[in-house]
């Protein structure tokens, strides 16, 4: 599976963007899928995840209420729809995918076989 992750950009504070990853490889609708983000000088950490049939998803207490996680696996393509984003909502943003969604849901996504390349988001205040 491959990853290409894109949407990012500079917003003021409480603006929106939406985060598009696209896929390739047959075994994508059978991956969980997830958001992580990387601020300078901080670890990376887990931001929202779907299961591969989309029924489910889990989100970081950060962003429960102002991001929404979905994809559409006719595109091989899985979507972050941010909200009323804040500047420590900064960072650079990675999709992710693995057929083990514990893997994805975890705090760092440490083990998680498949990483797209990031994007920047950058929320001014």
């Known amino acids: 599976v491959q990853l290409q992750a894109s949407g990012g950009g500079l917003v003021q504070a409480g603006g929106s963007l939406r985060l598009s990853c696209v896929a390739s490889?047959?075994?994508?609708?059978?991956?969980?899928l997830g958001w992580f983000r990387q601020a300078p000088g901080r670890e990376r950490e887990f931001v929202a995840v779907?299961?591969?049939?989309?029924?489910?998803?889990e989100y970081d207490d950060s962003v429960k209420g102002r991001f929404t996680i979905s994809r559409d696996n006719a595109k091989n393509t899985v979507y972050l729809q941010m909200n009323t984003l804040k500047p420590e909502d900064t960072a650079v943003y990675y999709c992710?995918?693995?057929?083990?969604?514990?893997?994805?849901?975890?705090?760092?996504?440490?083990?998680?076989?498949?990483w797209g390349k990031g994007t920047q988001v950058t929320v001014s205040s």
């Open positions: 490889g047959r075994a994508f609708r059978s991956y969980a």
């Open positions: 779907i299961t591969w049939s989309g029924g489910s998803t």
């Open positions: 992710a995918a693995d057929s083990n969604y514990g893997l994805v849901v975890g705090r760092r996504g440490d083990g998680v076989h498949y």
